[in-house]
Nanobody
Framework: QVQLVESGGGLVQAGGSLRLSCAAS????????MGWFRQAPGKEREFVAT????????SYTDSVKGRFIISRDNAVNTVYLQMNSLKSEDTAVYYC?????????????????WGQGTQVTVSS
């Protein structure tokens, strides 16, 4: 059983930056693909970014390409999401997730473990 704990959320002005962290425990971190998802009020949870087990394969949703960077450090069992040039539409609860799957990795149902989420609020 893998436990995931996100941190780093908060309130930031539009154009600002935040760095989210997700610490994993209870499993072999390097065995899992990691992903970030977000859910805004009244909307469905959506894919943001994903990174393969070794970090060699990365994907982003189009709306964050060029602004967000996902990375991982398997030595400290942590995945990160650096968020730059934040916009009001980035406001959401951000979740990290771990997947054993290697296909359809932008789909939330492919992820086996989830964190509790961290709130990101971007003021305009």
């Amino acid at each position: 059983q893998v436990q995931l704990v996100e941190s780093g959320g908060g309130l930031v002005q539009a154009g600002g930056s935040l760095r989210l962290s997700c610490a994993a425990s209870g499993g072999t971190f390097s065995a899992y693909r990691m992903g970030w998802f977000r859910q805004a009020p009244g909307k469905e949870r959506e894919f943001v970014a994903t990174i393969s087990r070794t970090g060699g394969r990365i994907s982003y949703t189009d709306s964050v390409k060029g602004r967000f960077i996902i990375s991982r450090d398997n030595a400290v069992n942590t995945v990160y999401l650096q968020m730059n040039s934040l916009k009001s539409e980035d406001t959401a609860v951000y979740y990290c997730a771990a997947a054993s799957a290697t296909v359809e990795v932008t789909s939330s149902y492919r992820y086996d473990y989830w964190g509790q989420g961290t709130q990101v609020t971007v003021s305009s």
